[in-house]
């Protein structure tokens, strides 16, 4: 099955730890995205990747960090730093910066 | 900066009426245009798209219209269904990045 896959779907950490959240692709799309989504909110972007070994911030990239090591792969890392970590995080993927992205189904990260 | 708005938070439609979604973008860099449906819990999916160089596209039960003039999206539905009820969202393309309005909360009424 071609798709995008997110995982895990829940997740709980600990105030303070770090956590990284996984985004794999085998659609041989180019650019990636990850967005976080807040109750009743648009999904704001935090990081994009338009090509493998290259990525740029977002709007709310601070205390995130990720990597695009490989084209099927960016896992995005919530660090210690992100005051406001819990969420609904969001992954996707697009043929190029002027096509649609496909979603995955989110991973929904509680901080406690 | 760089946003995409919408006018309403949450429509209500009767069953079987049509439904009209709009959609404020404020970035002129942006050449593309697209809608997404969210359900509860679950990522967005992909309703239909539209390019600058268009005013008007169609899908199945689906017609996006775009007025560059005033910066306007608009998502028709016809023959609103229940299972239309959702999130919309508009998005656009600026400077290589996907941009997400707010949503409207399209709901349908028996």
């Known amino acids: 099955d071609g798709g995008i896959t997110q995982s895990p779907k829940y997740l709980f950490r600990k105030e303070g730890q770090n956590v990284t959240l996984s985004c794999e692709q085998n659609?041989?799309?180019?650019?990636m995205y990850w967005y976080r989504q807040d109750p009743g909110q648009g999904l704001r972007l935090i990081y994009y990747?338009?090509?493998?070994?290259?990525?740029q911030k977002g709007d709310i990239a601070e205390g995130y960090s990720v990597s695009r090591e490989k084209k099927e792969s960016f896992p995005l890392t919530v660090t210690s730093a992100q005051k406001n970590p819990t969420a609904f995080y969001l992954c996707?993927?697009?043929?190029?910066?002027?096509?649609?992205?496909?979603f995955g189904q989110g991973t929904r990260l509680t901080v406690v | 900066g760089e946003s995409v708005g919408l006018h309403l938070p949450t429509l209500s439609v009767q069953e079987g009426d049509n439904s009209i979604i709009n959609c404020a973008y404020s970035?002129?860099?942006?050449?593309?245009f697209i809608w997404y449906k969210q359900e509860s819990g679950k990522g967005p999916q992909f309703i239909i798209d539209?390019?600058?160089?268009?005013d008007k596209r169609q899908g199945q039960r689906v017609t996006v219209l775009l007025n560059k003039t005033v910066k306007h999206l608009s998502l028709q539905i016809a023959a609103t269904q229940p299972g239309d009820s959702a999130v919309y969202f508009c998005?656009?393309?600026?400077?290589?990045?996907?941009?997400f309005g707010k949503g409207t909360r399209l709901h349908i009424l028996p």
């Open positions: 996707a993927s697009s043929i190029d910066r002027n096509t649609e992205a496909f």
């Open positions: 659609l041989n799309h180019d650019a």
């Open positions: 990747s338009q090509i493998v070994n290259d990525f």
């Open positions: 970035n002129s860099a942006s050449d593309y």
């Open positions: 539209i390019r600058s160089n268009m």
């Open positions: 998005a656009e393309n600026p400077h290589g990045k996907i941009i």
